[in-house]
């Protein structure tokens, strides 16, 4: 199964499952992420479906190549985190 897992910082705005789904791309897995949490889709996708800018999402401990369209192919035991992207110095 593909594990979907959320980085604490989310957390503090809504709630944020861990989810285990069949999917054969991020796009599927995130979907089933907010089918358990609706709320969940606006912090992680613009009003667009794109993923934000701050916003970073890794499969398989590599950033996900495609934030428009979420297209990154998924093996059967993937393992996606999605957290906040931090930026400044």
Not at 10 to 31: S, Y
Not at 59 to 67: F, H, N, Q, S
């Amino acid at each position: 199964m593909v594990e979907v897992r959320f980085t604490p910082q989310l957390r503090r705005f809504t709630v944020t499952p861990e989810v285990a789904c069949e999917a054969a791309t991020l796009r599927q897995a995130l979907e089933a992420a907010f089918a358990a949490n609706p709320r969940l889709r606006g912090y992680v996708l613009d009003d667009q479906g794109h993923v934000r800018p701050n916003v970073a999402i890794f499969v398989d401990g590599r950033r996900c190549a495609d934030a428009v369209a979420q297209t990154d192919v998924l093996q059967p035991d993937s393992r996606i985190y999605v957290m906040q992207a931090l930026s400044g110095g």
